[in-house]
């Protein structure tokens, strides 16, 4: 289903200044190897609340079910959210999904609104009637401050349009047992969804923060959950020669304390996946940039756009950068280039070729590039993009987060970093309970008009 491939992250590849030898390899499993182990009892246990989402059958059911009964109502589906309220669902959205969705007849429509930026909100709600709009309103603490904004916005939208009727175009995913709303939910008798208390945002895309959306959509969310579970057993093997988040994380972690390589950029070669890496960068960045001294910065990248920008910098730029490149061996669909010039014409070359094999000539030519050039990559192989390949995906890049977390000595589930910028915004906003404060003051010789 899903492969990962390191050779090129090896000194034999490129280089001992910028690869791992087979001897440090060894030397670091040695020393580090238990912790396939200690994974494994921590799933067993469910310890960390992603953990148990692969075995809970019963939520696929009940948004499978609300999906049957809704699907066909609605034009339209907003999803209001932000961070790992928005990002897992915009990535099974954009991996599973028709690329012109909103282009086509297929229905509902499908919409993120995951800022506070007033042009786009006020855009979005020009272009969607209310009355054939299904809102889902999704935060984990029940009142993120810009979550709150869209919903009020949405909310009274449906109120104007709807008057009393307007709890029908409603649903929202939040808290099991607190927060503002879920109590709204409850006094209200809108339907909502548990996102489990001990589930973070971040690791909330297999609950129906991501399954609602996929289920509304057409996409049966059990496949993701079997994927996600298989998975699983991968991470959980006690070799760790043969464990794949294990390893992820360890080649990582490696060269980046090791060799520097303190900016992991991934780059699908399919568009599909481009937002799985968007989902990623949250992931990887607020989990584990908790030290000064550690904490990789995560970059995205598109093959084969940014063979035409970013990769420039990737080959002779520093050599500070680890490029995950993710390819899909068998697309869904394929398209042929057509013989329509002379065969002595400098594009006829391409005549005859289809688009998978030109897109993976071009992955394998940055590939050798990025070798040539001493600069250690690394591929996740996807047999083809499916529900399930893709539930694989994020357990597998979840499991290799805990085990980073490991590895840097942090923890992995919290983000004290996002709290201090909330804490000041809700000063400045006025919030009860925040003492106000004042901007940042201006010196004015530091601006130019």
Avoid at 87 to 96: M, Q
Avoid at 117 to 129: G, I, K, S, Y
Wanted: net charge neutral; hydrophobic share 40%.
């Amino acid at each position: 289903m899903i492969s990962f491939h390191y050779q090129n992250a090896t000194a034999g590849r490129v280089g001992s200044d910028h690869g791992l030898s087979d001897v440090e390899l060894d030397e670091a499993i040695a020393r580090t190897g238990s912790l396939c182990s200690r994974f494994a009892q921590d799933a067993e246990k469910g310890t960390h609340g992603f953990m148990r989402l692969p075995r809970d059958r019963s939520t696929p059911a009940g948004v499978s079910a609300f999906a049957r009964e809704n699907r066909g109502r609605f034009r339209n589906f907003i999803q209001i959210g932000i961070g790992g309220s928005a990002l897992g669902a915009t990535a099974i959205h954009a991996a599973l999904s028709h690329r012109f969705h909103n282009e086509t007849d297929a229905r509902p429509r499908f919409y993120v609104l995951d800022n506070v930026d007033p042009e786009e909100t006020r855009a979005l709600f020009d272009v969607v009637e209310p009355r054939e709009t299904l809102v889902h309103v999704v935060t984990k603490s029940g009142d993120t401050t810009e979550t709150m904004a869209g919903f009020l916005v949405a909310l009274r939208r449906l109120k104007d349009a709807l008057g009393d009727g307007w709890k029908k175009n409603l649903v929202v995913t939040t808290d099991p047992g607190k927060g503002f709303l879920r109590t709204f939910a409850r006094e209200e008798g809108v339907p909502a969804f548990d996102l489990p208390e001990p589930v973070g945002g971040r690791f909330s895309v297999l609950t129906p923060v991501g399954l609602l959306p996929a289920a509304m959509l057409g996409i049966d969310p059990a496949l993701l959950l079997d994927g996600a579970s298989a998975m699983e057993a991968k991470c959980r093997r006690a070799d760790p020669r043969t464990n794949p988040g294990y390893l992820f994380a360890l080649v990582a972690h490696l060269l980046d304390t090791k060799r520097g390589k303190r900016i992991h950029v991934m780059m699908p070669y399919a568009r599909a996946l481009r937002d799985v890496g968007d989902w990623f960068r949250q992931l990887w960045a607020e989990s584990l940039g908790k030290n000064p001294q550690v904490g990789p910065t995560p970059m995205l990248a598109l093959g084969t756009t940014d063979q035409h920008s970013q990769v420039q910098l990737f080959n002779e730029g520093p050599n500070d950068k680890y490029v995950i490149l993710l390819e899909c061996e068998k697309f869904r669909q394929d398209v042929t280039v057509p013989e329509a010039l002379p065969a002595n014409a400098p594009p006829a070359f391409l005549q005859g070729r289809t688009f998978s094999q030109i897109l993976a000539a071009m992955k394998s030519g940055t590939e050798t590039a990025l070798v040539q050039n001493r600069r250690p990559n690394a591929t996740l192989h996807f047999e083809e993009i499916s529900a399930a390949s893709l539930g694989a995906c994020f357990y597998l890049l979840e499991a290799a987060t805990l085990y980073a977390g490991w590895l840097y000595g942090v923890n992995p589930f919290d983000q004290p970093g996002v709290e201090a910028g909330k804490k000041a915004a809700f000063a400045l906003l006025g919030k009860p309970g925040f003492s106000p404060t004042a901007p940042l003051p201006e010196d004015p010789r530091y601006v130019v008009v």
